[in-house]
T-cell receptor
Framework: DAGITQSPRHKVTETGTPVTLRCHQTENHRYMYWYRQDPGHGLRLIHYSYGVKDTDKGEVSDGYSVSRSKTEDFLLTLESATSSQTSVYFC??????????FGPGTRLTVT | DQQVKQNSPSLSVQEGRISILNCDYTNSMFDYFLWYKKYPAEGPTFLISISSIKDKNEDGRFTVFLNKSAKHLSLHIVPSQPGDSAVYFCAATITSGTYKYIFGTGTRLKVLA
């Protein structure tokens, strides 16, 4: 257990509203990732970070932005939520770029 | 373009028997592969991995085999136990690159008691 927490764990929001999901880690891992999990698609990378203020896009980054101002926190923002962003979101951390440690997930519903 | 594929969405196996989960990839640059296990309402947990310089890695009941020429890896669980019932994801990465991971779509394993 790499000490990863996600908040909130569940959220229901309306289309067009901004949403921010938080990932917090206590392990001082360099790498942090945001994934979404959808039926039939597995886990898809949204954005990742390889250091404080160093971020890059993943496979499905449209409509999402991220920020990492401290080693321990990685924020995922949906500027204007859409129904297609209803999903389960997982944060993960890693050290050398090999195995990853996942958080418990955030279930987001956009109505 | 799905670079990592798990073509079997589900698999049922009798307790005590072998479970074989398969994964195919298309990018020959991938040089490190991982398997994760996921229970409902939890995050995935790391199970076992293999580097492309090896063709087999074993950890207790879990063995991963890599066939680079076929771009295929498999996870063997022997003997299978009811607690192994979960969704299994394979993932691949290029370790000299940007440490991005590509995951398969998952295989749901059900071990029947």
């Amino acid at each position: 257990d790499a000490g990863i927490t996600q908040s909130p764990r569940h959220k229901v929001t309306e289309t067009g509203t901004p949403v921010t999901l938080r990932c917090h880690q206590t392990e001082n891992h360099r790498y942090m990732y945001w994934y979404r999990q959808d039926p039939g698609h597995g886990l898809r990378l949204i954005h990742y970070s390889y250091g404080v203020k160093d971020t890059d896009k993943g496979e499905v980054s449209d409509g999402y932005s991220v920020s990492r101002s401290k080693t321990e926190d990685f924020l995922l923002t949906l500027e204007s939520a859409t129904s297609s962003q209803t999903s389960v979101y997982f944060c993960a951390t890693g050290t050398s770029g090999y195995e990853q440690y996942f958080g418990p997930g955030t279930r987001l519903t956009v109505t | 373009d799905q670079q990592v594929k798990q073509n079997s969405p589900s698999l049922s196996v009798q307790e005590g028997r072998i479970s074989i989960l398969n994964c195919d990839y298309t990018n020959s640059m991938f040089d490190y592969f991982l398997w994760y296990k996921k229970y409902p309402a939890e995050g995935p947990t790391f199970l076992i991995s293999i580097s492309s310089i090896k063709d087999k890695n074993e950890d207790g009941r879990f063995t991963v085999f890599l066939n680079k020429s076929a771009k295929h890896l498999s996870l063997h669980i022997v003997p299978s136990q009811p607690g192994d019932s979960a969704v299994y994801f394979c993932a691949a990465t290029i370790t000299s690159g940007t440490y991005k991971y590509i995951f398969g779509t998952g295989t749901r394993l059900k071990v029947l008691a």
